[in-house]
């Protein structure tokens, strides 16, 4: 008997086909877990909407957060140091 083309099995086209309902049953138990904890914290509906955009996220590791380059300024609009007693510049109330 011979093998038709509707009886071969796409191995791989399978594979991708179950990697692919894996990863949207993590993502929707990710996404329930969040919902869960923004009802028992009785967030808000602006909080409740960001936990779960977020809960993809991880938070990062102390290795990642001790000992990096800091490549933005907290404030780059500041100067670098402050000048010494006076503040030049700046407006004088009178009375």
């Known amino acids: ?19 692919v309902a894996v990863e949207s049953e ?6 329930n877990d969040a919902k869960l904890r923004a009802v028992c ?5 602006d ?3 960001d ?6 996220m991880k938070p ?3 290795k990642d957060k001790d000992g990096a380059l800091r490549k933005q300024p907290w404030n780059p609009v500041a100067p670098s140091q402050r000048s010494s007693g ?6 004088t109330l009178r009375a």
């Open 47 to 49: 909080q409740f909407r």
């Open 1 to 19: 008997m011979a093998m038709s083309q509707c009886d071969v099995i796409d191995f791989s086209a399978l594979e991708r086909e179950l990697q």
């Open 41 to 45: 914290q009785r967030a808000s509906y």
């Open 60 to 62: 990062l590791e102390k």
């Open 86 to 91: 006076s503040r030049a510049g700046s407006p």
């Open 26 to 31: 993590r993502r929707h138990q990710r996404e």
């Open 51 to 56: 936990l779960v955009l977020a809960c993809h």
